[in-house]
């Protein structure tokens, strides 16, 4: 089954404990991306990947770090999580985002950050 | 830059009746294209429709259709005779042909009472 997934899908932490929210796809796709999720905000684009070791800023990237040194896996890092991180956060991938492919989001991870 | 609006918080309606929800946008580029997706109360979010900007046939499918005006900037979404199961935040989506930033709207929140 085509799928994107995502672990943890829920996690509580302590500010400053660094953590990894992973993400993974097995559709071959070559872009990958990272969203949060905040109400009355809509989602936002945190991070996103063209291919193996190419990646780049979206609106909010503050606070997060990102690496692809596979296809098919594209994790998020929090070096030193704050309260405002706080949020649920989606994975998503496509085939080629710019020629109108849709993209495929996993079933997200709800972060808490106290 | 791109800007997706949609103004419609929150909507309620009855089962049965038929609900429109509006999606206005904005950008420079003359390629583009536009997205709905659906996120029920899971919280997963799933891809419905893709339209491309030099597509501006309308698409029915089963209950659902889609009014794309190029000329008022307009991606509206109609849902005929609404039914409990398409209670769920609905957004708008935007990405500029070869742009690899999607860019949302806040979403409507539909809520479908029986």
């Known amino acids: 089954e085509a799928q994107v997934t995502q672990n943890p899908r829920y996690l509580i932490t302590v500010t400053g404990k660094k953590l990894t929210v992973t993400c993974s796809q097995n559709m071959n796709h070559e872009y990958m991306s990272w969203y949060r999720q905040d109400p009355g905000l809509g989602l936002r684009q945190i991070y996103y990947s063209m291919n193996v070791e190419v990646t780049d800023k979206g609106d909010v990237p503050e606070g997060y770090k990102v690496s692809r040194k596979e296809k098919r896996n594209f994790p998020l890092i929090l070096e030193s999580p704050s309260p405002n991180q706080t949020s649920l956060y989606f994975c998503?991938?496509?085939?080629?985002?710019?020629?109108?492919?849709?993209?495929?989001f996993g079933p997200g991870t709800r972060l808490t950050v106290t | 830059a791109q800007k997706v609006t949609q103004a419609q918080t929150e909507i309620s309606v009855v089962e049965k009746e038929d609900v429109t929800l509006d999606c206005v946008y904005e950008?420079?580029?003359?390629?583009?294209?536009l997205f709905w997706y659906k996120q029920p109360p899971s919280g997963e979010l799933v891809f419905l429709i893709r339209r491309n900007s030099f597509d501006e046939q309308n698409e029915i499918s089963g209950r659902y259709s889609w009014n794309f005006q190029k000329s008022t900037s307009s991606f509206n979404f109609t849902i005929t005779a609404s039914q409990v199961v398409d209670s769920a935040v609905y957004f708008c989506?935007?990405?500029?042909?070869?742009?690899?930033?999607?860019?949302f709207g806040k979403g409507t929140k539909l809520s479908v009472i029986p």
């Open positions: 989506a935007l990405i500029g042909a070869g742009s690899y930033q999607l860019t």
């Open positions: 998503a991938s496509s085939l080629d985002p710019g020629q109108g492919y849709e993209q495929y």
């Open positions: 950008t420079r580029d003359t390629t583009y294209y």
